[in-house]
């Protein structure tokens, strides 16, 4: 972190010497008892900068000693923090009926409405996963350039709401009856996915962060006494951390639709959803002054980065080579970029090559939301919905998530121990493999249960009976899994935005979450698997990508910690 060394007289400590100072260096103060007349006093600007709360700049000794902490976060964070945790709510609570509601028939002991069965319901919403992360890249290119990130966030909340409308307009039953069901899902969930991705990634996840300004380490004094360091770095995991336990509260709350879906019907429970969405507006609109970088970018840097690429990949796929003396020299022609243009987008792409790992994770980890909903249906429910289970990862999310970030990392800070992105990702890598083996295991022992064994549901002995195993085995997988999320979720999520240059922010989160669409598409050539008896197989391979996945991460980019810690 570069310390500036000559701060205007504005950003500085007036400190008052005398022209003629003493020659004692420890005590300025003039002998009181002399006769000399005092001296005039002039004003000197100290060489320590500070900021606009009058905390000065910390040095490279303070840096270097003193403890990091995370700095205060202004309250238009927390407003963006609210606004995206409805919006996470409503994508949660549209899309958890959505397996049942596509899978099964209409009076089964399982709520259902359409019938298609698991695989097509897998498939559908693995589609809407893969179109939700796909979306975000053009509204990227729109939030990064003359559109805005402000705008962006407004216009993909109302495409987000209207698609609720049309969702729930469409479950009810006067309208199932006319044959509406079927194209209007398939009409609403093209407008979730694309404001959904729009909203989280293209806007949200920037914006948020935006709102914290501060680049400096800045010296701050504890109510103990301590003087302490305050670090973008810790405080931009915070903000993250602070966004994605607002997600796993919200996520308890989704446990009305399943409920409402079971209870009273489906055209209940969406529109719960359809309501909060417009509602969400209102705080969005609101709060328009009070944010920052909400005005629109007069440059938009796709097509230059583009342009950039192409040079580089058509000089043997080295970036320097689109460097404009590069280009000069060999092509003999004058590019409008600079070096440090060039330099900004191999920062990028490194950022891109540690994210490409994540696929795997997606796979596994978005398993919760189609194949392990039916798996809890083949299992003793106790009158609980099936697809209200995977709840208990948001409940553990919330006790797990602080524990992390006020027991943890602060354990880990006060020790001068460095836990850094790539190690927490291959540590959270590590903990969705062992989730996912733990799956193997469950998936086997329903199997060997009766009454239906490896046909759950479907033998004569037993229809609609499920096999006779508690779905409370189910527990530490949703566990698990989430605790690997808050290692490498908002891992991720950080990564991409502190690696990324100012004027591509947006565009690496919507690549970031690009990786999910990518591991719904992986989830497609499994498709067959995902049906009894062959469901122990599917796990089995997704285990083991997982763990390949792990050992990959870090023998290939561990030493980027080191290479980082080095720098600090």
């Not at 000559?6 to 400590?13: F, G, I, L, M, W």
């Not at 959270?428 to 996912?436: A, D, H, K, N």
């Amino acid at each position: 972190m570069t310390v500036t060394t000559n701060p205007t007289r504005a950003e500085c400590h007036i400190i008052e010497l005398a022209v003629n100072p003493s020659p004692n260096a420890v005590d300025l103060k003039r002998d009181e008892t002399a006769k000399e007349p005092p001296s005039p006093v002039v004003s000197v600007p100290s060489l320590v900068p500070v900021n606009q709360d009058g905390r000065p700049v910390a040095t490279e000794e303070e840096i270097a000693t003193l403890l990091h902490v995370v700095d205060d976060i202004p309250s238009r964070t927390w407003i963006a923090c609210l606004v995206g945790a409805c919006e996470r709510f409503v994508w949660a609570a549209g899309t958890m009926p959505l397996q049942n509601y596509i899978q099964n028939a209409p009076g089964g002991a399982i709520p259902g409405a359409l019938g298609l069965g698991q695989a097509t319901a897998s498939n559908i919403v693995n589609a809407l996963m893969i179109s939700s992360y796909v979306t975000p890249i053009p509204a990227a290119i729109l939030a990064d350039s003359g559109h805005g990130r402000y705008r962006t966030l407004v216009w993909s909340c109302i495409i987000e709401a209207i698609g609720g409308t049309i969702l729930a307009a469409t479950s009810w039953s006067g309208a199932f009856e006319a044959g509406a069901a079927l194209p209007g899902m398939i009409v609403a969930l093209v407008f979730l996915s694309f404001g959904s991705g729009a909203f989280k990634t293209a806007a949200l996840t920037t914006l948020l962060v935006d709102q914290y300004e501060e680049t400096d380490f800045r010296v701050k004094t504890l109510k103990s006494g301590e003087k302490v360091v305050t670090s973008r770095e810790l405080t931009i995991t915070y903000i993250y951390n602070a966004f994605f336990w607002a997600e796993n509260v919200v996520a308890i709350v989704t446990v009305a639709t399943p409920i409402l879906e079971r209870y009273v019907s489906f055209f209940a429970a969406y529109l719960v959803p359809c309501v909060v969405m417009w509602l969400t507006l209102i705080p969005i609109l609101l709060a328009k002054k009070k944010f920052v970088n909400t005005k629109t970018v007069e440059e938009n840097v796709i097509p230059e980065v583009a342009k950039a690429l192409w040079c580089g990949a058509s000089s043997g796929f080295k970036m320097d080579a689109a460097k404009p003396a590069a280009q000069l020299d060999r092509k003999r022609r004058a590019v409008p970029w600079t070096d440090s243009f060039i330099d900004d987008i191999k920062t990028s792409l490194l950022t891109c090559r540690v994210l490409l790992i994540f696929p795997v994770y997606w796979l596994c980890f978005n398993q919760a939301f189609n194949n392990l909903i039916s798996q809890a249906g083949q299992m003793i429910t106790y009158g609980i919905p099936n697809d209200v289970i995977m709840v208990t990862g948001a409940i553990a999310g919330v006790f797990v998530g602080p524990l992390v970030q006020y027991g943890l990392y602060p354990f880990l800070t006060r020790r001068r121990i460095r836990f850094g992105p790539i190690a927490r990702i291959t540590f959270g890598f590590g903990i969705l493999t062992i989730s996912m083996a733990y799956i193997v295991i469950v998936q086997h022992l329903i199997y060997r249960t009766g009454p239906c064994y490896d046909h759950p549901l479907s033998c004569a002995a037993g229809r609609n009976i499920p096999n006779q195993i508690s779905v409370c085995i189910q527990l530490p997988f949703y566990f698990l899994s989430e605790l690997a999320s808050v290692f490498c979720c908002t891992t991720g999520t950080e990564y991409a935005y502190n690696r990324a240059p100012k004027s591509m922010k947006t565009l690496v989160q919507a690549i970031w979450n690009l990786m999910a669409g990518i591991g719904s598409v992986l989830a497609l050539p499994l498709s067959p698997l995902a049906q009894d008896p062959r469901l122990v197989i599917m796990y089995g391979v997704l285990t083991g990508l997982m763990g390949v996945g792990t050992v990959l991460t870090w023998v290939i980019f561990g030493h980027l910690d080191k290479e980082e810690t080095a720098m600090l």
